[in-house]
């Protein structure tokens, strides 16, 4: 498994473990808010890591736009890549929701 992988799966499980987001509490977000918040903290670091002051401000309100859930939730980090795995966990949570439903 990859670095990038392993970070990701550890957010993960530090979501499931300390925070509580269970799956049954995941399944309640079927109207694709995962989806946006993974999409929110990778267009964060989008924007962070633009080469041109248009994109920079472009990522950087697209980010905060499609945030689904109360603004006291978005946490992004000063570190890019923990931005990364928040948004790779988020990723796997919908898949994981995604799958549940298709059962």
């Not at 006291?72 to 790779?88: F, I, Q, T, Y």
Request: with cysteine; charged share 30%; net charge negative.
């Amino acid at each position: 498994m990859s670095e990038g992988s392993r970070r990701i799966a550890a957010e993960r499980q530090r979501q499931i473990e300390v925070e509580r987001w269970t799956a049954e509490h995941d399944d309640a977000h079927s109207n694709g808010c995962l989806a946006a918040a993974a999409a929110a903290y990778a267009l964060r670091v989008a924007s962070t890591e633009a080469q041109c002051d248009n994109w920079t401000t472009t990522y950087g309100a697209m980010a905060e736009s499609v945030w689904p859930f109360d603004e006291d939730w978005w946490k992004p980090s000063s570190d890019p890549v923990r931005d990364l795995e928040r948004a790779g966990a988020l990723i796997a949570a919908e898949i994981d929701r995604l799958l549940r439903a298709a059962r």
